[in-house]
């Protein structure tokens, strides 16, 4: 039966139908509770051989390879790899500037429509899926769970989600890093409005707790072209104080301290080797997550 | 700086356009809301001293552009100290009146030392230039000779005018400044200019004058409406020299006659080169020239008697000394005239006969062989009967009629004042006229004088008491350097300090002391007059009262050169400084020659020999042209203290102008920061792909 409220309109079922296709996978082994189609650092017992390994007492005698002792008069035991599900934790910004959009959707109507996609694709395979959204701080936690009704939960939360407040990224990442269990894939989505010096140390502990770390760095075409004419006040949409500029005369100096910026910033997710997507808003989000999902799905994995 | 089309001043807020057009631009802001904000702060911190300076620069040359636009177009003329108030620029085309105050002295016939313009022909050519670049309603000029306002067609006329010529009178600026604040003030003038063309001689500004108090206070009552502008010629001449005639005088000796001259040729103290030279000096008598050289060391060079034959039955005669032409053409000639020596007559009024014995005395024996002294004693009632025309010197030693005891024989008191009064009134007019010709008066005291009566003398003066010390008073000092008791010819002082005075009277009234004893008192004075002298003795050369006769020498000098002096105003001939008589007079005289050029109706400031009345006159410059005394820059802030002064100092030949237009210099000057504006508002984006082209192409 048709249910009104389950209307959303960052769900796309074509844009979901041409995703389903491609698998998202993780960069690095996953600790999954179940089966599923990533590695895991422990072995397990899928077709894929792993290795040999000496026989010492206790092991299971049914993983003694036969025809190794006969040809070498010694025990091994064959190691397979395991599979395992994972546990994708979405870190959503809903912080007052994720409300800026010059075109049709602003930041965070674009982050939703990401999250969503990627929630649906992953509990499509299996995978659990959690979401935190934050600003000052996190103001919303929903801790990753596979089933299907919980997918449901996560899509009443984004519609819910309003951006206001300030940012606190560089906190909020370093809490999800000590409270989020090891090696889960964590894909944070946000404008990233902070010093990137600040923001290496965050990638650096997500790291150290062995999570596959992906960030979607929204930004709106404006934000990066700076086309005004006129003089203009400038709100900060996070609250802080305003400033009055005559757009010809600081363009330059503007464009200047961006590019700065985003060079800055790509140096240190090059060094911590975090899955970095830049994004215009004006781009559509299909492409961005066929190409999240096919560079993942091509990329050459760490055990 | 003022401007011929100054009307166009009015759009200079035009200048401002830009300056509006920011604020506005400012106050039509838009509000947006927005997230990269730390992208701004950081652009705002960054250099952001350079933007703010780059902004204001962008405002001031899109304003400086304006401004010169709008003054190019008003035509600026560049000079600083021409133009008149603001208000004069904003209303109309310069000053509406303009007056003119020229100063034709000689100094002004200064050239430089190409031989090129005279600084008067300079100062006129350039205000003439000037007043028809600047355009003025009316143009007054008021020359130096006649110091009376002519009102001139235009400005062109000064180089028409033959009253812009030069002249040999000295300038009096004070007499000048006076005739313009009176034009100004019966015309009831505006906005006026006063331009002032001179070359700041001390004996043409006469800086001491007391003229200048009260003609400070008078304009400065005007207040901005008159301007004064001083276009002045200071520079020295380096190489000027000028002659003059000491004396001339006629002599005969046994079969000869001859003239004895007497020269001095005078340089520029501080402005000429040591250099000892001979330079002849042609003397021209009646035709016939002569010259003869003069030892010149670079300061001074004199020649003492001179002699030239002249035939013998020539009593009178005139001639001319010269000397090449140098900087200053004016002051290379000179004219004289000589005559013979009249009688040198003596008129001694006193009733005492021992002081008419020696007066007589004193008077009669002549210091030179050639003349002839005669001394008449009168009493002070024949006065009438003396004739005035042949005195030289009057001796008077007698009460005047108001000090006189009443005359017995008329009875009624009121006839009787009456009687004293007319005769005291004839006595002064008498004496008065004939020191007014020329003549020389001694005014020795009366032995009575009645102090409760007050006895009036003449000339201003008046007795005091006589004194009678214990013990003989001396001379404690006297002025060797001039008049009767100068010292001689040789050198020597006169025995002044051997005269022993007894009695002395004590002298009331405006004199200079020539000899003054040890008590302070006055011994002898002299009065001043414009023409002739009057000498006041306090003591009589009675034996009681003082040595004078005892002592003869000091007497009889005193009245051989006040014979002398009186002598001079009855000879055939009379030298004058220019100017020195009215136009009036001058009128009358006959050119016997003069100097080429001048006007017939300015021959009393013009150099030459005239003969008025059979009598001749030798007219030059006067001597105080010789004195090269400039005001300073200080003095003539002195003069205009509280006045609108501006001063434009020049060069005698100078073809520079006083204004000139400038409009070029502005657009230009717009052109620059055009070209400056667009440069600073070139994106910095295309200034470094230029920089990065630049350096490819240079590798």
């Keep these: 039966m048709w249910n009104e409220k389950d209307t959303r309109d960052f769900l796309d079922p074509v844009v979901l139908a041409g995703l389903s296709g491609l698998p998202l996978v993780a960069r690095r082994p996953m600790r999954g509770s179940v089966s599923g189609l990533h590695n895991s650092p422990n072995r397990g017992a899928s077709v894929e051989f792993a290795e040999y390994r000496k026989y010492v007492p206790g092991d299971d005698l049914r993983r003694l390879d036969w025809r190794a002792h006969g040809r070498s008069d010694r025990y091994y035991v064959k190691e397979f790899e395991a599979d395992t599900n994972l546990r994708c934790c979405l870190v959503l910004d809903t912080s007052g500037s994720m409300e800026f959009g010059s075109g049709e959707l602003t930041k965070l109507q674009y982050a939703r429509r990401i999250a969503a996609a990627i929630g649906y694709l992953a509990v499509q395979q299996g995978d659990a899926i959690g979401m935190s959204c934050f600003n000052a701080g996190i103001t919303q936690h929903l801790p990753p769970r596979r089933n299907a009704s919980h997918l449901r939960v996560i899509f009443d939360a984004l519609e819910l989600t309003r951006g206001k407040g300030e940012t606190h990224l560089v906190d909020v990442l370093h809490e999800l890093a000590e409270t989020t269990r090891q090696a889960a894939m964590v894909i944070v989505i946000s404008d990233f409005f902070v010093d990137p010096v600040l923001l290496r140390s965050c990638f650096e502990h997500l790291r150290f707790r062995k999570h596959d770390l992906s960030l979607f760095h929204l930004l709106d075409p404006q934000e990066l072209n700076f086309t005004f004419t006129r003089p203009t006040r400038f709100l900060d949409m996070e609250g802080g104080s305003s400033v009055f500029a005559e757009p010809s005369e600081i363009v330059d100096r503007y464009q200047q301290a961006l590019q700065d910026y985003l060079r800055d910033l790509q140096k240190i997710v090059m060094e911590t080797g975090v899955d970095y997507h830049r994004v215009s808003l004006d781009e559509p989000y299909q492409d961005v997550l066929t190409r999240f999902l096919t560079r993942r799905a091509t990329a050459r994995r760490v055990r | ?699």
């Design chain 2, 1 to 699: 700086m003022s401007f011929l089309q100054p009307w166009m001043l009015a759009a200079l807020p035009f200048a401002a356009l830009p300056i509006i057009i920011h604020l506005i631009n400012q106050r039509r802001y838009q509000t947006k809301q927005w997230a990269a904000m730390m992208f701004l702060l950081t652009a705002n911190r960054m250099t952001r001293g350079y933007a703010k300076v780059r902004q204001w620069a962008i405002l001031a040359l899109r304003t400086l552009v304006i401004a010169a636009l709008v003054i190019a177009i008003g035509r600026p003329l560049a000079s600083g100290s021409v133009g008149g108030s603001l208000l004069g620029s904003m209303t109309g085309r310069g000053p509406a009146n303009t007056i003119v105050l020229l100063d034709r002295s000689p100094s002004m016939q200064q050239r430089d030392g190409d031989g090129g313009l005279s600084k008067l022909e300079t100062g006129v050519a350039q205000l003439s230039e000037t007043l028809r670049t600047m355009g003025t309603g009316r143009v007054v000029l008021i020359e130096s000779n006649s110091v009376v306002p002519r009102e001139l067609e235009s400005p062109d006329s000064l180089l028409e005018l033959p009253q812009v010529g030069p002249s040999d009178a000295s300038a009096d600026l004070p007499a000048m400044m006076l005739a313009s604040l009176d034009y100004i003030q019966a015309n009831e003038l505006g906005q006026c200019e006063v331009w002032i063309c001179s070359d700041l001689r001390e004996h043409d500004w006469r800086s001491k004058d007391g003229r200048w108090t009260s003609l400070r206070e008078a304009f400065a009552a005007l207040g901005r409406r008159v301007r004064f502008c001083l276009l002045a010629f200071p520079e020295l001449a380096t190489a000027n020299r000028s002659v003059r005639v000491d004396e001339v005088k006629r002599e005969d000796r046994q079969n000869d006659s001859f003239i004895s001259v007497s020269l001095k040729i005078e340089g520029d103290k501080e402005n000429s080169d040591a250099a000892s030279q001979a330079i002849p000096v042609t003397i021209e008598l009646d035709g016939a020239r002569s010259t003869v050289d003069v030892k010149f060391d670079g300061v001074a060079g004199e020649v003492k008697g001179h002699r030239i034959a002249v035939p013998k039955d020539q009593t009178r005669g005139w001639g001319r000394v010269s000397i090449p032409t140098d900087t200053n053409p004016a002051d290379d000639i000179f004219y004289f005239t000589f005559d013979v020596a009249p009688p040198r007559r003596t008129v001694i009024v006193t009733s005492d006969e021992q002081v008419a014995r020696v007066l007589q005395l004193a008077a009669e024996i002549a210091s030179e062989e050639d003349v002839q002294s005669v001394a008449d004693v009168v009493a002070p009632r024949a006065l009438a009967s003396v004739a005035w025309e042949e005195v030289s010197l009057v001796l008077w030693h007698a009460p005047m009629s108001s000090a006189r005891e009443p005359d017995a024989n008329l009875q009624d008191s009121g006839i009787q004042k009456k009687a004293i009064q007319e005769k005291a009134i004839d006595e002064r007019m008498l004496l008065q006229s004939f020191v007014d010709r020329g003549g020389s008066v001694i005014i020795f005291p009366p032995d009575v004088i009645d102090a409760a009566t007050k006895p009036a003398m003449m000339f201003g003066m008046k007795w005091g008491s006589w004194n009678e010390p214990q013990d003989a008073v001396l001379v404690a000092s006297w002025r060797g350097d001039a008049d009767l008791l100068a010292n001689t010819l040789a050198g020597a002082s006169l025995p002044v300090g051997a005269l022993r005075i007894n009695r002395f009277v004590d002298i009331k009234g405006e004199a200079t002391a020539l000899a003054t004893l040890a008590t302070g008192s006055p011994l002898l004075s002299r009065v001043a007059t414009p023409r002739g002298a009057v000498y006041i003795c306090a003591t009589t050369p009675r034996t009681k009262d003082s040595s004078l006769a005892a002592d003869g020498v000091v007497l009889y000098v005193m009245i051989q050169r006040a014979l002398q002096a009186g002598t001079k105003s009855l000879q055939g001939t009379r030298q004058l400084d220019a100017g020195e008589a009215t136009v009036e007079t001058a009128a009358g005289w006959k050119p016997l020659t003069e100097r080429e050029g001048r006007l017939s109706v300015e021959r009393a400031f013009t150099a030459g020999v005239y003969e008025d009345d059979r009598r001749w006159l030798a007219v030059n410059r006067s001597a105080v042209e010789n004195r090269n005394l400039v005001l300073s820059e200080l003095q003539i802030d002195q003069l205009f203290r509280g006045l609108l002064l501006d001063r434009v100092d020049q060069k005698s030949g100078s073809t520079k102008s006083l204004v000139e237009e400038v409009w070029r210099a502005f657009l230009i000057l717009m052109l620059i920061a055009m070209i400056g504006e667009a440069c600073l508002c070139l994106p910095r984006k295309m200034i470094a792909t230029m920089a990065e082209a630049k350096g490819r192409m240079a590798a």
